[in-house]
């Protein structure tokens, strides 16, 4: 780990940080040595980032100077508490400590009387899903982020199995299913694929040829945009 990404962790840290933390609990978090957090902590109070010190209790940042302060209105705090609440309901590991990290910073900047309504908020939204392969979600998501292809074992509603090369490019979540939307190398097609039905999924090195943009259009116009022809 380069030593700027280990600065912004050990930022991150403090900034998720209700109360002081102490120079043990930030090693232990980061996986580094007590006197690397001091020396990083120095590092940063150098760089303008207002830390304070108390011995025996621990560090604790007094101002984020990288997140403007910023006013949200009663409704649109639900909205994002409602949304960063069913985010923590999808099983990816990724999106729900992602979703966490979100509504921290969130009231790191929100004004404090603002703050005191989104920790008071009891919007909850409740999904159940069908259990999935974690790992395949990120995979997934990361294949998307890059547009590179993946091949998986897919089963079908029969059980039938075949070996697929896809170029994805957008995930759904609907209800208890998260679907993922591709073109399909071996139907050459747009398919849509079930994640809890995919097994034994490989990233390939190899680019698709379109634009994730472009195939989305795609199969938004073909296969969500039913014209009455179609029916």
């Not at 150098?46 to 009663?74: H, M, N, S, W, Y």
């Not at 404090?112 to 989104?118: E, N, P």
């Not at 995919?198 to 390939?204: A, F, K, V």
Request: hydrophobic share 40%; proline share 4%; charged share 25%.
């Amino acid at each position: 780990m380069s030593r700027s990404i280990r600065l912004l962790n050990l930022l991150q840290h403090l900034r998720e940080a209700k109360y002081p933390v102490t120079s043990h609990a930030l090693a232990t978090q980061l996986g580094i040595s007590q006197r690397s957090v001091y020396r990083d902590i120095e590092t940063l109070r150098q760089q303008g980032v207002r830390i304070d010190a108390c011995a025996g209790i621990g560090f604790q940042l007094k101002e984020d100077f990288f997140l403007p302060p910023i006013t949200l209105d009663e409704t649109e705090i639900e909205a994002v508490f409602l949304a960063l609440h069913w985010l923590r309901s999808i099983p990816d590991d990724a999106l729900q400590s992602a979703s966490s990290s979100v509504l921290s910073k969130l009231n790191s900047v929100l004004p404090v009387y603002r703050q005191h309504f989104l920790e008071q908020t009891t919007l909850r939204a409740f999904n159940v899903w069908l259990p999935v392969d974690t790992k395949i979600l990120e995979q997934i998501r990361m294949a998307i982020r890059l547009q590179v292809k993946v091949t998986f074992a897919y089963a079908d509603e029969r059980k039938n199995e075949s070996m697929r090369t896809v170029w994805p490019f957008a995930m759904g979540y609907f209800n208890d299913k998260i679907m993922l939307a591709a073109w399909c190398e071996l139907r050459q097609a747009f398919r849509n694929f079930r994640i809890d039905r995919i097994r034994q999924l490989q990233l390939n090195q190899d680019h698709y040829p379109q634009f994730k943009q472009k195939l989305f259009h795609q199969w938004w116009v073909e296969e969500v945009c039913v014209t009455p022809d179609k029916n």
